[in-house]
């Protein structure tokens, strides 16, 4: 599967510009026009769009919705176009393009891409699991988790039906004995303070029926 879509000119220029990034083993692939534009900014992934006239880019920031947290967008712009406003996910790169430079840029986007490709969204949180985190999309506050909190996150996501006390002892701390339950809920209630609003009456980690849920968001 493509990990770059480009929006290029279909000149020698962009087609050799293509050519390198294949040949550096990234996946490109290239589109003829405009129109699918707002389709490609709305998929997972990193897209290379070059930027030729202020409507483009007004365009473009229009139906790049600044909270789509699964794309990341390299503009290639002429030098007489400048960004009019900052939007998140949104990086930039002027022509002549130094290809070594440009590559780089292309490698970190890929790495930022495959971290939020695993990310998962609860509520108004994304959550990061190999790097520990949750990220508030209302403020963009990072929360820190510890290890025992990703644990608990990841179990819960994994458990389609719901988790019970049990269940979490025993694949959260591989505990059987039922005297450790204040352990839990002593966790359960830490990580509330950190991403409820209002801790007592949870909306991302809730319980029903005995069990426990993360408010997923497809």
């Known amino acids: 599967m493509p990990i770059v879509t480009a929006l290029l000119k279909r000149n020698v220029f962009f087609s050799e510009l293509i050519r390198l990034l294949q040949d550096e083993g ?16 709305s998929k997972p992934g990193i897209v290379l769009l070059e930027i030729d006239s202020e409507n483009k880019l007004k365009t473009m920031c229009k139906d790049f919705k600044i909270k789509n947290n699964k794309c990341e ?6 030098e007489k ?5 900052d939007v998140r996910g949104v990086k930039t790169i002027y022509q002549p393009i130094i290809f070594n430079e440009f590559l780089k840029t292309i490698l970190n986007l890929k790495r930022t891409f495959e971290t939020m490709a695993e990310s998962i969204n ?24 510890t290890e025992l909190e990703n644990k608990l996150i990841k179990f819960i996501i994994q458990s ?3 988790a019970t006390k049990a269940d979490l002892l025993l694949n959260v701390w591989k505990h059987k004995n039922k005297l450790d339950t204040h352990t839990l809920e002593s966790l359960i209630y830490r990580l509330r303070r950190k991403i409820e609003k209002d801790p007592n009456n949870p909306e991302i980690l809730k319980q029903v029926n005995k069990k426990y849920f993360l408010n997923i968001k497809f």
């Open 73 to 78: 967008v390299l503009c290639v712009f002429r």
């Open 81 to 85: 176009y400048v960004m009019s406003q």
């Open 160 to 162: 389609k039906g719901g």
């Open 26 to 41: 990234i996946k490109v692939s290239a589109k003829k026009d405009d129109s699918s534009l707002k389709k490609v900014l």
């Open 122 to 145: 609860l509520k108004n949180l994304v959550f990061y699991p190999k790097s520990l985190k949750l990220v508030d999309n209302d403020n963009e506050k990072t929360i820190k988790l």
